[in-house]
């Protein structure tokens, strides 16, 4: 795939990288998994961070569920998407462990309903979003519901991690005023300070 051109608009764009991200083996996919658990461990950043929030996986995404489990691990308060009644609502609930999530809205997991959730004010350290492209200064195409730069406008003093592979990484992602950028990217070859 040339990701040096990326299509016109957003849902072109969105529907090539959502085919090139499916056609990834699952042993490749366990590979590039491995190497980025490995790479985010020893990310300073997410070492002195106390408070961290994942997505939580599907089968085509990057992995989570090892990140998650090593910020327990590590004693970090971890948070999850909560998706609300509203479309496009969104908060971050606390879990105590990967048991803690129930499948959901669209089919994902996330936490229970009645999860205790960030308070009004509160703020997270760190928040790891998922995408379905990116490019290197930050921008992020997701999947058109708007869900994380909203609930990024509540949250402008975590620090925000895309998480993808290589494949994934293209030279420009359209942008709208409304689309909020990540700090940083991690693939499965480095962690990008974004411009």
Known sequence: MDTTTPPNGKQELRNEFLRARSAVSPAQREIWNRRIAELFAGWPVY???????????????????????????????????????????????????????????????????????????????????????????????????????????????SVRLGLAWDCQVVTAVPREPHDIRMHYLLTETGIIACG
């Open 47 to 157: 070492q002195q961070c106390r408070s961290v929030m994942f997505y939580v996986a599907t089968a085509d995404e990057t992995a989570t569920a090892g990140l998650i489990e090593d910020a327990l691990h590590r004693g970090k308060e971890v948070y999850a998407p909560l998706l609300g009644n509203k479309y496009g609502e969104m908060s971050a609930a606390v879990i105590g462990s990967l048991q803690d999530l129930i499948v959901g809205k669209y089919g994902l997991k996330m936490p229970k309903p009645d999860s205790e959730i960030l308070g009004a004010g509160a703020s997270l350290d760190l928040i790891v979003v998922p995408g379905v492209a990116f490019d290197r200064t930050g921008n992020r195409l997701g999947m058109g519901a708007g869900y994380y730069d909203r609930f990024f406008s509540r949250t402008s003093h």
